[in-house]
């Protein structure tokens, strides 16, 4: 039985819980989350799925000049990317390459640099004719790629780097960049290394989108 100094602690314990949960919930962190949620646990994400995330994560003021959060930025470049996927609106990947870009920039994101080239790539092979800069994109994409090669290939070399997330993730990218700049050996070499470190199912979904883009784009003839 719970006596009255008890009740008052349990009480006191759940209003702070609530507090706390709602707290997080307003947190940078807790709206990131739920930005995520909001078209990660579904198996069939529809569009309106991913203008919800987008109008949570917008309460994180992405576009401000000032913002250098990695997962933020990142969170959002890749809702306006799926929203590109979803209809192949050009507007749509216009905003990705540039907060994907600005992400690359500015927090010196691989991650954002992987997916900016590869935007790149939507672009050149998608919508050549909204600017007609094909050599451009072309150049670009190689040039970033080749910097996130170099960059993470000098990582891997240092202890500093978290053995199963780091280096599943550092492995992905650095595959993904292998491919598209006809490295196959390398390729296939740290993409045996991803899958050895047991990615979650939406994980390889993630890496196997871009991948079998670059696979369209790079190696299928037409």
Known sequence: MFGMT?????????????????LFLLSEKGIQEKALNIYKS???????????????????NTFDPDNKNEETIGITASIYKKLWEYEKYYPYLERAIYIY????????SYWCGENYAMCL???????????????????EALRVRLNII?????????????????VKWISATLANCYLATGNLVNYNLF???FYELSP???EVNAYENNINHIKSYYYTKT
């Open 6 to 22: 008890d009740m008052k602690d349990l009480i006191s314990n759940n209003e702070f819980r609530e507090k706390t949960s709602e």
């Open 42 to 60: 579904k198996i069939s994400v529809a569009k309106i799925d991913l203008l919800d995330a987008l109008i949570t994560i917008s309460r994180l």
């Open 101 to 108: 870009k600005y992400g690359y920039e500015n927090t010196n």
């Open 121 to 139: 790539d939507h672009e050149r092979f998608n919508h050549n004719n909204v600017n007609n800069r094909e050599k451009e994109l072309e150049a």
């Open 150 to 166: 170099e960059d993470l290939d000098k990582v891997l070399d240092t202890s500093d780097i978290n053995p199963f997330n780091d």
């Open 191 to 193: 993409e045996e290394r």
């Open 200 to 202: 979650k199912r939406k």
